[in-house]
């Protein structure tokens, strides 16, 4: 099955910083997800993407769908240590309708 | 409280013992899934249900079965375990499986740990 290539694997980075991540397919989607999964926990939906060039935020999050339809972005500005987790980008096959296809996972940690 | 519920939460089996993970969900959901998740390869989909009896395989779907007898209910089985299904299970529902915004965005369980030796 297909996977994205999300992108850093891992990130460490001081309180305060801003965060950038993306994700990238060689198909395209029609709609893109952002997830983030506490220890222990599963993923929470934190900004979901429904039109190429869409920008949206949530709070100190901003998503961007990209122009291609291959690829969404995720920044964080002013990073704080419950930040800390697993971010997962997900892909919605425009032929296959029931199939997220989400991607490897960048792991962020945040030191004070 | 809207959710999906998975149990065990951790399971230490061993090689052969069938075993069944639950998953229920409590907001009429028509589309559930189950994941695994592992180190460096993200969630992979293991099987899906459109709706109740209607079940159809994800990308990983070897050494697995479920069933989708209700619409609430969504079991994981695992008639043979072996140590490489060793992993973190995730449960997930959404309203629907269309591409309706907003209706295709799933809901996660906890998670179970699962540990075949």
């Known amino acids: 099955g297909q996977q994205l290539n999300q992108s850093p694997q891992s990130m460490f980075i001081q309180e305060g910083e801003d965060v950038s991540m993306n994700c990238t397919s060689s198909?395209?989607?029609?709609?893109w997800l952002w997830y983030k999964q506490e220890p222990g926990e599963g993923p929470v939906l934190l900004i979901a993407l429904y039109k190429a060039g869409e920008l949206t935020s949530n709070g100190r999050l901003t998503a961007q769908f990209g122009i291609t339809r291959k690829d969404s972005f995720l920044n964080i500005s002013a990073s704080i240590p419950s930040d800390v987790g697993i971010y997962f980008c997900?892909?919605?096959?425009?032929?296959?309708?029931?199939?997220?296809?989400f991607g490897t996972g960048t792991r962020l940690q945040v030191t004070l | 409280e809207a959710q999906v519920t998975q149990n065990p939460r951790y399971l230490i089996t061993v090689t052969g013992k069938k075993l069944t993970v639950t998953c229920s969900q409590n907001?009429?959901?028509?589309?559930m899934s189950w994941y695994r998740q592992d180190p460096g390869l993200g969630l992979r989909q293991i099987y899906y249900?459109?709706?109740?009896?209607?079940?159809d395989k994800g990308d990983v779907p070897e050494g697995y079965k479920v069933s989708r007898k209700e619409k609430r209910n969504f079991p994981l089985i695992l008639e043979s375990p072996s140590p490489n299904q060793t992993s973190l299970y995730f449960c997930?529902?959404?309203?629907?499986?269309?591409?309706?915004?907003?209706?295709?965005?799933?809901?996660f369980g906890a998670g179970s740990r699962l540990t075949v030796l």
């Open positions: 198909s395209i989607f029609n709609t």
């Open positions: 997930a529902s959404s309203l629907l499986a269309a591409t309706t915004s907003g209706a295709n965005v799933l809901t």
């Open positions: 907001m009429n959901h028509e589309y």
């Open positions: 249900s459109m709706n109740v009896e209607v079940t």
């Open positions: 997900a892909g919605l096959d425009t032929g296959t309708a029931s199939k997220l296809t």
